[in-house]
């Protein structure tokens, strides 16, 4: 690869037209970038000093070829493309208009730099459908102020989406201010999001600023709305409605410039029915929903999770520690109603217990060990992606993506189309999958 030697941020090029790579990489030096033309459709690419990739294939199947490996290897590698042709399932992917246009070009690529620095403080782990669904959402929203209600039960990691939403918004190098609203008492709430001046109330010997100033021009991360009674209900709907508030013992109008993320673990719609939850302010917040699923709905990702889980909890002076196949397949067809919180403090657990080697099953509580299977297809497939020995996390995710795409199969009578329907992925990406995996023959209509 033709490269630069500076710290500029690198933007890999990926063009068949050897006139068009040159004009897009003297374009990328003009915004500060260093531009890196791949020489061949075989070349490596070290996605770590890599903020994103360029991709306008003319047709030309090696760099399409070269493109999928990429996406392949390095599905959080954000992609912009030059050609509808060019375009991915998995990962962060954006269309670049034609004719090119520099401003276009400045905002998507300061988007990736974005997106990499989200994956990297904020990783949504895994690459089951419901988690992929979340990405998609999260990219489509980012760059909007439009207010977003994230539900979903406890545990499932609500936070971290708001989060990353922070992180690729053009918000991102304001605060992001998280005040959970349920755990605080009613009668103090107010204060906690408004402030108060001095002398507001009794107990009050200083002034204090509030959450939502303290987030001003970032994001407010409302987590446990649905615990929020309703006379506080009516003081934020107002504030949402007019931009403005007050604080505690104070008659001057503020006004505040902040992006509301709310989250719930309560069906609020059912709050609305039941007269727990004001209905204007349920639509006033629920204008984007995303759902984060329970962790038994996504267990083909509990490879990857064990895995980074694992790692983060692994100690200084401890060995490598692995879940066997047996282990690994018990955990699977347990219900997790405590979700990723209940994994990570298992793990956390396992790690003190057994500092390193395998996890057998006998080393597993008795309630993982004793709990009844779930009616879960992705589950059966655990115990196979996790090895005993030689273990990766790509071969594991490999054998993973080939079970779900063989049960596709054979529920879509070996008719491939029908099959790309229920994985939602492309035909084209389903057909150069079933060779590599060497699946056998399918009927393409």
Known sequence: MATGNDSRAKVLVLDANVQHAAELSHRLKFLDYDPVIAESPGAEVDSGEIAAVIVDDH?????LETASRIREQHP??????????????KGPNWALDLPLKRSQLKHLLGRAERYQGAER????????????????????????????LVTGQSGTGKELVARTIHDLSARADKPFVPINCGAIPADLLESELFGHEKGAFTGAISARTGRFELAEGGTLFLDEIGDMSVDMQVKLLRVLQERTFERVGSGKLQRCNVRIIAATHKDLPQAVKDGEFREDLFYRLNVFPIEMPPLYQRVSDLPQLLEELLIAHRGEQQGELR????????????????????LSNLVERLAIIKPEGIIEVEDLPAKYRDA???PNA?????????????????????SVECGLIEQAMQASNGVVAKAARLLNMRRTTLVEKIAKYELGPATTN
């Open 121 to 148: 403080r904020h990783r949504i782990t895994g690459t089951s459908h419901p988690i992929r669904a979340v990405r998609r959402l999260i990219e489509q929203v980012a760059d909007f102020d439009t207010n977003v």
């Open 372 to 374: 009844e299977p779930l």
């Open 76 to 89: 959080g590698l954000p992609f912009l493309c030059l050609s509808g042709d060019a375009s991915f399932d």
């Open 378 to 398: 992705e589950s059966n497939m655990v115990s196979e992606a996790m090895q005993l020995t030689n273990a990766n996390l790509k071969e594991s995710l490999q």
């Open 323 to 342: 879940v066997s196949a047996t282990a690994a397949d018990v955990l699977a067809n347990y219900s997790w109603p405590g979700n990723i919180r209940e």
């Open 59 to 63: 047709g030309d199947a090696e760099v």
